[in-house]
């Protein structure tokens, strides 16, 4: 079975950093987009960012750039979500997930192209 596990989320402070994680069951992953998405209480699941099979092909959600970074590390079949400077408006449960498509050219951030989904970890941002 072809899983993504998600962790390193937790209660943090605002203005605090936090690194999430996520490491794919195959090593076929390495050909595929891997991205993060975020869903809120009450609200709909949101694209957060994607990095591409090579890395060469970053995306991200409207006004995450410069706070938000993606990295994927592909000997251990893993991409990473670095948030620094975090609001209460970043709490949400973050999920990971991979592109159907393998190889695709540049990454998309259209939440149906996405087929393989994490069980999510929920980041809480509170004074």
């Known amino acids: 079975q072809v899983l993504l596990v998600e962790s390193g989320g937790r209660s943090v402070q605002p203005g605090d950093s936090l690194r999430l994680s996520c490491v794919a069951s195959?090593?076929?992953?390495?050909?595929?987009?891997l991205g993060w998405f975020r869903q809120a209480p009450g609200k709909k699941r949101e694209f957060v960012a994607a990095?591409?099979?090579?890395?060469?092909?970053?995306k991200y959600g409207d006004g995450l750039e410069g706070r938000f970074n993606i990295s994927r590390d592909y000997a251990k079949i893993a991409v990473y979500l670095q948030m620094n400077s975090l609001t209460p408006e970043d709490t949400a449960v973050y999920y990971c997930?991979?592109?159907?498509?393998?190889?695709?050219?540049?990454?998309?951030?259209?939440?149906?192209?996405?087929?393989?989904w994490g069980q999510g970890t929920q980041v809480t941002v509170a004074s």
């Open positions: 990095i591409g099979w090579t890395g060469a092909s970053i």
């Open positions: 997930a991979a592109d159907r498509r393998p190889q695709r050219m540049h990454v998309v951030n259209w939440i149906d192209e996405y087929d393989i």
């Open positions: 195959q090593r076929s992953f390495a050909s595929y987009a």
